[in-house]
């Protein structure tokens, strides 16, 4: 499949919607090239854009063994919608696909949900797709309805954090530091007067930032992705500005790190790691804060903590204290730096195969199909423990 425009025609099911398109000008192109810098502009511009939805990211998921299509809505030559699929072939046959953080829309109009879900339908079984899941971006409620009324239910996996942490770079650093907590406060500070020292990586740093990752996995045991992995995703953003790494250093030790993704007004906390060693001189809170420091001073809007519990997010938002199971894991780390907590768009899900279809929703029962189609998915995925910018532990 090239990159073509294939017009507003008749599919099955969206005749309606394809119409409609057309008296409002609409046009729908459907690529499949390795590189489009101008949807990634539009994906870095558009509310609740995110690095996932570029074709720089396809090209990082390229080696994992994905494919990437792009749906894309015109009007006047403009790019006002869209969404990116990415595939991946099932060992039963077929394949499988999802749309992270998407589609995206610049303009309020349903019409342009209903068209971008239509295509995106059309492609996946152009493609032979036996499921797909579409997790809507943060602030894409309008978007989920749309998802609803084209058939979609929901997804009974969870492939993305659910809820998030964002804090907003607006304010001042004076007043940041002081909504946050007075435990996190003070572990920045404790970082710097017992010798930690952050710095900005280079290439030449990922083999550092390796090393600590594979320290985070045997801790935590998850299997992380390769050397490689890295390499493409630090050669496929860095020209263009989208990855920084962060080395928080201890005598010249690299003790902790981070990647970071800089994209559209918001730097996501892509994954940091640690070492294990100097807990008690507060690495990892001064790694953070040196990061939302180079955000703020960049001139980006939010600093995003990319991943916290739901359960802990939602007892959160209703004035509940953490219980104290909670209180030593990664999100009371992460909401001690005061930031928002955040509700995000639950995913949905289609299986396009009639007989699958029928077994996923009226054979297995609820608790048998969210473990298998858990555990598939995350094989498919290659979804880990690390995945999501998840930080480490050490706070």
Same mark, same amino acid.
């Given at each position: 499949?090239?990159?073509?425009?294939?017009?507003?025609?008749?599919?099955?099911?969206?005749?309606?919607?394809?119409?409609?398109?057309?008296?409002?000008?609409?046009?729908?192109?459907?690529?499949?090239?390795?590189?489009?810098?101008?949807?990634?502009?539009?994906?870095?511009?558009?509310?609740?854009?995110?690095?996932?939805?570029?074709?720089?990211? =396809?090209? +990082?998921?390229? %080696?994992?063994?994905?494919?990437?299509?792009? $749906?894309?809505?015109? #009007?006047? /030559?403009?790019? !006002? *919608?869209?969404?990116?699929?990415?595939?991946?072939?099932?060992?039963?046959?077929?394949?499988?696909?999802?749309?992270?953080?998407?589609?995206?829309?610049?303009?309020?109009?349903?019409?342009?949900?209903?068209?971008?879900?239509?295509?995106? =339908?059309? +492609?996946?079984? %152009?493609?032979?797709?036996?499921?797909?899941? $579409?997790?809507?971006? #943060?602030? /894409?409620?309008? !978007? *989920?309805?749309?998802?609803?009324?084209?058939?979609?239910?929901?997804?009974?996996?969870?492939?993305?954090?659910?809820?998030?942490?964002?804090?907003?770079?607006?304010?001042?650093?004076?007043?940041?530091?002081?909504?946050?907590?007075?435990?996190?406060?003070?572990?920045?500070?404790?970082?710097?007067?017992?010798?930690? $020292?952050?710095?900005?990586?280079?290439?030449?740093?990922?083999?550092?930032?390796?090393?600590?990752?594979?320290?985070?996995?045997?801790?935590?045991?998850?299997?992380?992705?390769?050397?490689?992995?890295?390499?493409?995703?630090?050669?496929?953003?860095?020209?263009?500005?989208?990855?920084?790494?962060?080395?928080?250093?201890?005598?010249?030790?690299?003790?902790?790190?981070?990647?970071?993704?800089?994209?559209?007004?918001?730097?996501?906390?892509?994954?940091?790691?640690?070492?294990?060693?100097?807990?008690?001189?507060?690495?990892?809170?001064?790694?953070?804060?040196?990061?939302?420091?180079?955000?703020?001073?960049?001139?980006?809007?939010?600093?995003?903590?990319?991943?916290?519990?739901?359960?802990?997010?939602?007892?959160?938002?209703?004035?509940?204290?953490?219980?104290?199971?909670?209180?030593?894991?990664?999100?009371?780390?992460?909401?001690?730096?005061?930031?928002?907590?955040?509700?995000?768009?639950?995913?949905?899900?289609?299986?396009?195969?009639?007989?699958?279809?029928?077994?996923?929703?009226?054979?297995?029962?609820?608790?048998?199909?969210?473990?298998?189609?858990?555990?598939?998915?995350?094989?498919?995925?290659?979804?880990?423990?690390?995945?999501?910018?998840?930080?480490?532990?050490?706070?």
């Amino acid at each position: 499949m090239t990159a073509r425009n294939r017009g507003l025609r008749w599919q099955p099911g969206t005749r309606r919607d394809m119409d409609a398109g057309a008296e409002a000008g609409y046009q729908i192109q459907v690529s499949d090239e390795a590189e489009d810098l101008e949807w990634d502009a539009f994906a870095a511009g558009a509310t609740g854009g995110h690095h996932v939805q570029t074709s720089l990211w =396809g090209q +990082v998921k390229a %080696l994992l063994g994905w494919r990437t299509v792009r $749906v894309m809505v015109r #009007r006047e /030559g403009d790019v !006002v *919608a869209g969404g990116q699929l990415l595939m991946r072939p099932l060992s039963i046959g077929g394949a499988a696909g999802y749309v992270p953080k998407g589609p995206l829309l610049a303009l309020d109009d349903p019409l342009l949900g209903d068209l971008v879900i239509s295509e995106l =339908g059309h +492609v996946a079984r %152009l493609n032979h797709l036996k499921y797909l899941v $579409v997790q809507p971006p #943060r602030n /894409g409620e309008g !978007v *989920a309805g749309r998802l609803l009324s084209h058939g979609f239910r929901s997804a009974l996996t969870e492939p993305w954090p659910l809820a998030t942490v964002l804090l907003d770079l607006s304010r001042d650093l004076d007043s940041i530091l002081s909504a946050m907590k007075p435990s996190t406060r003070r572990n920045i500070r404790l970082g710097k007067r017992r010798g930690i $020292v952050v710095r900005e990586g280079t290439e030449r740093d990922l083999s550092i930032y390796y090393r600590l990752l594979v320290a985070t996995s045997q801790r935590q045991r998850f299997r992380p992705y390769s050397r490689e992995y890295f390499l493409g995703m630090w050669r496929t953003f860095s020209p263009h500005g989208y990855i920084k790494l962060f080395v928080a250093e201890y005598e010249g030790e690299a003790v902790s790190a981070q990647l970071a993704i800089p994209f559209g007004d918001t730097v996501i906390n892509k994954l940091s790691v640690w070492s294990g060693c100097h807990g008690r001189r507060r690495p990892n809170e001064l790694l953070l804060w040196t990061a939302i420091e180079w955000a703020k001073s960049h001139g980006y809007r939010y600093y995003d903590f990319e991943g916290i519990e739901l359960e802990a997010a939602k007892a959160i938002l209703r004035g509940e204290s953490l219980s104290d199971s909670l209180k030593e894991t990664l999100t009371h780390f992460k909401v001690g730096f005061g930031g928002q907590v955040i509700l995000l768009p639950e995913p949905y899900d289609y299986v396009y195969d009639p007989f699958l279809r029928w077994i996923y929703r009226k054979v297995f029962p609820i608790v048998a199909r969210q473990s298998i189609v858990g555990r598939a998915f995350n094989r498919f995925s290659g979804k880990s423990k690390a995945s999501g910018g998840r930080l480490s532990e050490g706070a």
